[in-house]
């Protein structure tokens, strides 16, 4: 099969549409972007842990047709403010925050990619009054053991370095004849990395959460999403036989990022299951 590929390089200074619109009041500062003035909220939850927001706009920005969408960069990533800790029970209060900034009367969907996928998990285990509905893609094994944390010494880092991420998608060709053809293309996009205490620490003191056993208690509509492709960190089907309310959609041909490998087709099932659910 030939292997077609296709690069997207995301850069700041390049997406103007993209500027930050603003803070979210407490310390640490978190920087964030809102789509729409809807009164149903979206917060999308981005990857790493140690990322920021930008690797998945513009695809997700789709999601404001039934609500608003709001990015924010975790603690220590993008331009959010550096703190002294990165423990995930810290990255909860965060979004809480965000969550009572934006929709304080309402509740809210969470969407979560890799990291932020477990991040949406745990905030609704501890805060399911807040949340509305749960979308997971990109889900790995939970590592939470329900063990004692001891804080380690990290170091704080103001630096970064761009990382390639990689995902497998298919261009459907419509030949002069009426033929079609599909092709199997590479996507690539440029992820800015923030390594050290904010993507150490968090995944670390992970081991501190509870027992994936505990995540039953989750009873709010979710969404689970996974690529056809064998993906050794996967693990759609394991939370599918934890979550009572959850249904799972397989993207053709993805692997660890379905929403990179056919963004349309993520998005329109994103937001069928929004407007079910709202």
């Known amino acids: 099969m030939r292997f077609q590929i296709i690069t997207l390089l995301f850069f700041t200074c390049t997406f103007q549409a993209f500027c930050q619109d603003g803070f979210v009041k407490g310390i640490p500062q978190l920087a964030y972007w809102k789509l729409g003035d809807k009164s149903q909220v979206v917060i999308v939850l981005h990857g790493g842990p140690g990322v920021q927001h930008e690797y998945l706009r513009p695809e997700l920005d789709s999601l404001n047709k039934y609500c608003s969408v709001v990015y924010y960069d975790q603690r220590g990533c993008g331009r959010s403010q550096q703190d002294t800790t990165y423990v995930w029970q810290e990255h909860v209060k965060d979004l809480k925050r965000v969550i009572k900034t934006f929709s304080p009367k309402r509740k809210v969907f969470l969407i ?3 990291w932020g996928s477990t991040l949406a998990m745990i905030y609704t285990y501890k805060h399911p009054q807040d949340v509305k509905g749960v979308i997971l893609t990109g889900t790995y094994h939970w590592e939470g053991r329900n063990e004692v944390y001891h804080k380690k010494a990290y170091r704080p880092t103001v630096k970064s370095h761009k990382q ?6 298919t261009l459907i060709r419509h030949h002069t004849d009426g033929s079609t053809k ?6 690539f996009k440029e992820i800015e990395m923030y390594i050290e205490a904010p993507a150490f620490e968090t995944r670390d003191s992970f081991h501190s959460a509870p027992i994936v056993d505990s995540l039953r208690n ?5 969404l689970l999403f996974n690529g056809s492709r064998t993906c050794q960190i996967d693990c759609a089907d394991e939370y599918m036989n934890i979550f009572p309310k959850a249904e799972l959609y397989t993207i053709k041909g993805a692997c660890h990022d379905p ?5 349309a087709l993520f998005v329109s099932i994103c937001n069928r299951f929004i407007l079910k659910n709202k």
């Open 182 to 187: 599909e092709e199997t293309i590479m996507i």
């Open 218 to 222: 989750i009873v709010v509509p979710t």
């Open 164 to 169: 390639v991420q990689t995902e497998f998608g």
């Open 112 to 114: 979560g990619s890799s």
């Open 259 to 263: 929403w990179m490998s056919d963004p």
